[in-house]
């Protein structure tokens, strides 16, 4: 795939784009709370309100893609009971420990590490978006919910197998 050997995986808008006809509006990834994005209005390339548009793209996205949402077990298949718990999207503003290469291939990941234990917290919600210390997070489930910091990290600690979670985040 020429946009995979060109880098393009490493762009949140481009995962984006791959599932656009999935999605009704590229509306839904601007979150109304989220100030600093522009809302896309369609997944055109037009130069006012179109996704795939330079001046849109990742400027159009609120929420950083969980690149670990149903990982593998042990055994090498997916573990479905377990994995539906796992974060697929958070808010932009949860705090990561930085930047390394993600198993999925992504170089430009985020990662939270939550093996061997840190320190509590390893994460949390910085203030901006939904206020002091709250964010929300979306499951593999399709559920959303509104957490705090214990919350947050209680989630990341579950979904992890390997030792980090991984994110990718829009890149501006």
Known sequence: NKGLASGMQNNLWFQYA??????????ILACPSDKRVKQATDFSTAPEGGFMNPSYRNNSVSYPLGLDAGYMSSLGTVDWANAQQHILLVDRNMK???MGTCSSGI????????????????SEWLPG????GNGNVAKLDGSVEKTGNIELNELLEFADDVGDNHFLYPMN
């Open 18 to 27: 791959w599932i656009s006809n999935q999605l009704v509006s590229p509306k």
């Open 96 to 98: 990561t420990n930085g």
């Open 107 to 122: 170089t430009t990941a985020a990662a939270v590490k939550v093996r061997p234990h840190p320190p509590w917290p390893q």
């Open 129 to 132: 978006i939904h206020g002091e």
